[in-house]
């Protein structure tokens, strides 16, 4: 395959190859400094680049890794261990609460005796509601593995509120209907 040469005995590209390279010697013959600080700057904008790339890889491997210890095997059974443990405390102190609520008034002379013990326990039941609710709406607890069956929040009952109108059976009743 022949190609086409001008008299000096170069084709077109040969030529136009030739000439990109005699005028970038002369660039840096005529102005060194110029050209050596773009060859720093696109240095420096290559380290930067790269730099960058490797902060997005580490900073998405990072929630990548946290992805995976929320799912992982021992978080699960972390979360369903507490899930289900605050469960039953929640029914056993509403439980206790009715106990001791149908104990009728106590006129009690013990001095050490501060406040009335139903108030400990409805106390005592709404910590552990608070536990629950805020465990099962924690994106990295129990929000996504939570144990199936068990409500994402224990609602309020008005029969919890402190106070004559209390009536601690019925909170006791309604969790155990909603998971015996």
């Not at 929640?90 to 609460?97: Q, R």
């Amino acid at each position: 395959m022949s190609r086409d040469r001008d008299p000096d005995g170069y084709d077109r590209l040969e030529r136009r190859t030739s000439s990109f390279g005699e005028r970038q010697a002369g660039n840096l013959a005529d102005r060194p400094g110029r050209t050596l600080f773009k060859w720093f700057v696109s240095l420096l904008a290559l380290v930067l680049a790269i730099g960058l790339l490797g902060q997005a890889i580490g900073f998405i491997s990072l929630w990548g890794g946290e992805a995976q210890r929320i799912t992982g095997p021992d978080n699960v059974r972390d979360q369903h261990t507490a899930i289900i443990g605050t469960w039953e405390d929640m029914i056993s102190a509403a439980e206790t609460a009715c106990q001791v609520g149908d104990g009728g008034e106590r006129t009690s002379v013990d001095p050490t005796l501060v406040e009335d013990t139903a108030i400990a326990y409805s106390s005592t039941f709404r910590n552990i509601r608070a536990e629950y609710n805020r465990r099962q709406q924690n994106l990295f607890e129990a929000r996504l593995v939570g144990p199936k069956g068990y409500p994402r929040t224990v609602p309020f009952y008005r029969a919890a509120m402190p106070g004559p109108q209390n009536d601690w059976c019925k909170v006791a009743r309604k969790l155990v209907r909603i998971h015996p």
